[in-house]
Every structure is written in structure tokens, then in C-alpha cells.
């Protein structure tokens, strides 16, 4: 059973250009979540995917935005790359089972702007 | 959201057993407490999920007092291999609008000596 996957691994921008990340949950997960985690900090909420939208969101930019697509994997775009964005990013897939919905993290990507 | 209150930081020798206290008093009725692992550049690993009393996996013990305003991870026999950070999280897992919106603190760092 495939857990959950990110692509690319590593990634480096320069200051203004725009990055997609990619993220294929675990099997049988319908809602993804993206995370940012900066050097040394815990991962921060950026937003959730469930059923094509945008069901939360957290204090993020409008820079960042995210799609879902009908097979439930997800892309997070950032546009106009700060030296600030450079994070591991993280993607989380869920199934609301039983009431509860536990998160499983992908490996993440690891994003440097310079 | 209720917040986590944990030790930044703690020591231990391969053999011992690890336990890891969080605080959080604000807990809501709907709350699940849920603790993660994390190694450097890595996704965070899902360890143990619980609502009350004991939960027991195969990796560790989560131990819930009645009043639930605070949990204790037990790991038995660390590894130096359980050098790692880990997270509490506490959170309404399902059907709330905060559902899915995980909020990460600083975590305890664990660092096992041989």
C-alpha cells in the first residue's frame, strides 16, 4: 500500500518565479493538507483539498493556492517566490473513518529560493 | 484550538524508557490527542492516537488522565534510532469546521545517547 508521495524532492527558484509541488495521498485518502515548515519550527497549516476545494485555510498569501484533481492527488503553486518561501513542504492525506480523521504525511519538499 | 504545552527538550540512554509529557488544558470535548515523530528533512510520522485512559501500538503507550488536560507518550527501550522531535497535537478530528486545520508547536526534541 503506497503511502503518500511528493514530487519533486528538492527544488531550487530564484526571488519572483512560481514553483507547483505535486502530492499523490495514500491510497483509499480523499482530503489533502499542506504544510510549511521553515528551519527548526513545527509545520505550519497552509490549506486542505476535499472534494476539489478549498475547504480551510490558514495565514497564508494569496501567492499560495492548490488544486485537486478528480483522482484526489494535489498541487500547491506559489507565485512570485520570496527568500522567506524556502520551507520542506509537506502534504498530508486523510479519510474521515469512524468520525475521526488521522493525517499521514508525505516525505516532503524541500523548496530554496535564492 | 486548544494549545500544547511540551518540554523542548530531553535526554535519554539507548534501553530506557521515554516518557514525553504534554499539557493541554483547553482540551474540548471533541478532542482527539495525537503524537507524531519526525526526523530531519522527513515527513512527520503518525505514532499513537487517543481520546482517553491508555492507548497501546505496537511502537508505544499513550496514557490520558481522567481529566484529559494532559497526555503522556511512553516509549519502552529507546533506540538510537528514536532520536527524533516529537509532536503533540490536539484537535477535533472529524465533522467541526476546524477539522483537518493541524496546529504544530515546537515539539520536544528527544535525543538518545548510547
Known amino acids: 500500500d503506497a503511502g503518500v508521495t511528493q514530487s519533486p524532492t528538492h527544488l531550487i527558484k530564484t526571488r519572483g518565479q512560481q514553483v507547483t509541488l505535486r502530492c499523490s495521498p495514500k491510497?483509499?485518502?480523499?482530503?489533502v493538507s499542506w504544510y510549511q515548515q521553515a528551519l527548526g519550527q513545527g509545520p505550519q497549516f497552509i490549506f486542505q483539498y476535499y472534494e476539489e476545494e478549498e475547504r480551510q485555510r490558514g495565514n497564508f498569501p494569496d501567492r499560495f493556492s492548490g488544486h485537486q484533481f478528480p483522482n484526489y492527488s494535489s498541487e500547491l503553486n506559489v507565485n512570485a517566490l520570496l527568500l522567506g518561501d524556502s520551507a520542506l513542504y509537506l502534504c498530508a492525506s486523510s479519510l474521515l473513518i469512524g468520525g475521526k480523521e488521522t493525517q499521514y504525511f508525505g516525505p516532503g519538499t524541500r523548496l530554496l529560493v535564492l | 484550538l486548544a494549545k500544547t504545552t511540551q518540554p523542548i527538550s530531553m535526554d535519554s540512554y539507548e534501553g530506557q524508557e521515554v516518557n514525553i509529557t504534554c499539557s493541554h488544558n483547553?482540551?474540548?470535548?471533541?478532542?482527539?490527542i495525537t503524537w507524531y515523530q519526525q526526523f530531519p528533512s522527513q515527513g512527520p510520522r503518525f505514532i499513537i492516537q487517543?481520546?482517553?485512559t491508555k492507548v497501546t501500538n505496537e511502537v508505544a503507550s499513550l496514557f490520558i488522565p481522567a481529566d484529559r488536560k494532559s497526555s503522556t507518550l511512553s516509549l519502552p527501550r529507546v533506540s538510537l534510532s528514536d532520536t527524533a522531535v516529537y509532536y503533540c497535537?490536539?484537535?477535533?478530528?472529524?465533522?467541526?469546521?476546524?477539522?483537518?486545520?493541524?496546529?504544530f508547536g515546537q515539539g520536544t526534541t528527544l535525543q538518545v545517547k548510547p
Open positions: 483547553n482540551i474540548a470535548t471533541n478532542d482527539y
Open positions: 491510497s483509499g485518502h480523499d482530503t
Open positions: 487517543g481520546y482517553k
Open positions: 497535537l490536539v484537535g477535533d478530528l472529524g465533522g467541526s469546521s476546524n477539522t483537518g486545520k493541524l496546529i
